[in-house]
C-alpha cells in the first residue's frame, strides 16, 4: 500500500513498500510548473505505516522494516537514506494518507521530424547549401563539387625508369609490381 504525505502546499511525498524495494516519489507543483522525482531503495518489507516528521530542511520519514528502522530525508526533490534513526524529540509529526496510486511521470510525447533548414538571409544576404552559394549585395560566392580529374596513365616503371605500357602490371625490366 502507498502513503502520502504534504510537506508543504504544492510539495507532496509518495512512499510505497513492494516487496524489497521503497520508491520515493517527490511532486512538487503550482500552476504551469510540475517537477516529480523517483528513487527506489533496498529497505525490506514494511512491518508497519511509515512516520513523517517536519525537520528545519524537509522532511523525515522513518520506516519500520523487519531489518530494522530506516529514515529517509527529503528536501526539495533530493532524497537520502540512512540505517541510524535520529532522534525525533520534539520534532513535529506530519500526517500520512493510504492512497491507492503513486502519481504516474506523464508520458513523453513524440518529437516531430525537423523541417529542411531554409535558405538563410540577413539584410541583403542570402546563402544556400546545394550546392553551397553566398550572395551579398554585388558579391557572389558558389562552391561546387569538383569535377573528377581523368587520371595519368603510367609511361615508365617508378623503380627503373624503363618504358611501360599502361596495361603492364609487371615492369618487363625489373620485375616491379606497378600501381
Known amino acids: 500500500m502507498a502513503y502520502v504525505c504534504e510537506i508543504s502546499p504544492?510539495?507532496?511525498?509518495?512512499?510505497?513498500?513492494?516487496?524489497?524495494?521503497?520508491?520515493?516519489?517527490?511532486?512538487?507543483?503550482?500552476?504551469?510548473?510540475?517537477?516529480?522525482?523517483?528513487?527506489?531503495?533496498?529497505?525490506?518489507?514494511?512491518?508497519?505505516p511509515p512516520a513523517a516528521y517536519q525537520s528545519a530542511?524537509?522532511?523525515?520519514?522513518?520506516?519500520?522494516?523487519?531489518?530494522g528502522d530506516v529514515c529517509i530525508y527529503v528536501q526539495g526533490n533530493s532524497v537520502s537514506m540512512t540505517g541510524s534513526v535520529p532522534s525525533v524529540a520534539g520534532a513535529q509529526q506530519m500526517s500520512m494518507q493510504q492512497t491507492t496510486a503513486v502519481p504516474?511521470?506523464?508520458?513523453?510525447?513524440?518529437?516531430?521530424?525537423?523541417q529542411p533548414m531554409q535558405p538563410m538571409t540577413m539584410g541583403n544576404m542570402s546563402m544556400?547549401?546545394?550546392?553551397?552559394?553566398m550572395r551579398m549585395g554585388n558579391m557572389e560566392l558558389k562552391m561546387e563539387a569538383p569535377t573528377p580529374q581523368?587520371?595519368?596513365?603510367?609511361?615508365?616503371?617508378?623503380?627503373?625508369?624503363?618504358?611501360?605500357?599502361?596495361e603492364d602490371r609487371f615492369c618487363s625490366s625489373c620485375g616491379h609490381a606497378l600501381s
Open 104 to 114: 504516474a511521470t506523464p508520458p513523453m510525447q513524440p518529437m516531430q521530424p525537423m
Open 10 to 48: 504544492g510539495h507532496q511525498v509518495y512512499l510505497d513498500n513492494q516487496g524489497n524495494q521503497t520508491i520515493v516519489t517527490t511532486s512538487m507543483g503550482q500552476p504551469g510548473q510540475q517537477q516529480q522525482a523517483s528513487n527506489s531503495m533496498t529497505t525490506g518489507p514494511w512491518t508497519a
Open 128 to 133: 544556400t547549401m546545394e550546392p553551397m552559394e
Open 150 to 166: 581523368p587520371t595519368a596513365t603510367r609511361q615508365f616503371c617508378s623503380q627503373c625508369g624503363t618504358k611501360v605500357a599502361p
Open 57 to 67: 530542511g524537509g522532511a523525515v520519514f522513518k520506516l519500520f522494516t523487519a531489518q
